[in-house]
C-alpha cells in the first residue's frame, strides 16, 4: 500500500516535469513568476538606471579612460559591471528573501519535502533557478549594452557563461546565509553587504585608487572578482585575473550549496 | 529621480526629454539650490526652485489632509 502510493507519487511527479528531482523546484518558480512579472522587471531595471545615469550621465564629463593600457569610453568601463551587478541581484532576489519567506512562513519546502523530493533536489532546485534568473537579466543586460555599441569584443561571447558563475557564487552563498536568519530584520545584513559592493567593488572606478591597504579587501569581495571576469571579457582583455575569479566564484558557490544541503536537513528533516 | 537629478551630472547633458522630467522632480530643485548655496554661485533663480519646492509641499499637505479626512472621519 505505501509502496504502491509512492510509486504513484513518483508517476505525478515525472509526467508535471520529465527531469523530477531539482528541475521540479525551477518548474514551481516558474509558475510562480507568471503571475509576478513586474518584480521580475523591477530587479533587472537598477543596473540599467546606474548604466544610463552614471556611465553615459557621468561618462560625458570623463574624456579618455585608459583600461590595461587601452584608451574606452567611461560608459564601458562601466557597463560591464553594472553587467556584473545585474547577474548579482538577479542571484540574491531568489536567494534570499523569497527563500525566507517559503521556509518560514509558506512553508513551501515543509510540502515539498512530502513528496519524493529531497533536501538536496530543493538546494539544487533553488540555486538552479536563482542562477537562471540571473542568466536572464545578464542576457538582457548584454543585448542593452550590444545596442548601446558598449561590447568591445568577441570575447564578450563569453560574458553570459561568466555571468552564470557569477549567479552561482552569489545564489549559493546568498542562500546558505539565509538559512541563518532568524527574522526580516537580519536581511538588513544582506542590504549592508550588497549596497557598498556594488559601489566599490571597482564598479564605477578603478580599483588602483585604492589604498593598498583597503585594496586587498576589495579584491577578496566576490562582486569585484566578477567585475573583473566580466569586464575583461567585454572588453576583450583577458589576464590571469579572470582564471582567479573563475575559480574562486564555483569555490565560493559550491561551498554555498553544500552548506545550504546540510541546513535544510537540519531545518526541514531533524 | 536619485539618478537623474543633476546630482551626479548636469540635467543639460540630458536629452530634452528627460531634462522635462528632471524638472518636474522636486530632488532637481533641492540639488540645485544646496550646490548653488554651498559653491556661492547663484548661476540660477532660487526663487523659483524655492517657489517650486513650496507650492508642491502646499499641495502634499492639503491632499494628504483630505485624503486622511476621508479615510478616517468622512
Known sequence: MVLSSVALRRDVTSRSHPGGGP????YRNIKHYRRAWLW?????????????SIGVGVGALVPGFVFHGETIAYAAFVAPAMLAASAMNGAIYDSTFQIFFKLKFLKTYDAVLATPMTTSDVARGEVAWAVTRSAIYSAFFLLVMLVMGLVGSWWALLALPATVLVGLCFSGVGMALTTFMRSWQDFEYVQLAIVPMFLFSATFFPVTTYDPAVRWIVELTPLYRSVVLVRELCVGVVTVESAISVVYLVALGTAGMAV???RLDRLLLR | MFLFS???FPVDNLPVGLQVLAWISPLYHGVELARMAALGAWTSPAWLHL?????????GVWWSVRRLTRRLVA
Open chain 1, 260 to 262: 545550504v544541503s546540510r
Open chain 2, 6 to 8: 543633476g546630482a551626479f
Open chain 1, 40 to 52: 521580475f522587471v523591477t530587479g533587472f531595471a537598477e543596473p540599467v538606471l546606474y548604466l544610463f
Open chain 1, 23 to 26: 528541475s521540479a523546484m525551477v
Open chain 2, 51 to 59: 517657489g517650486y519646492l513650496a507650492a508642491l509641499s502646499a499641495v
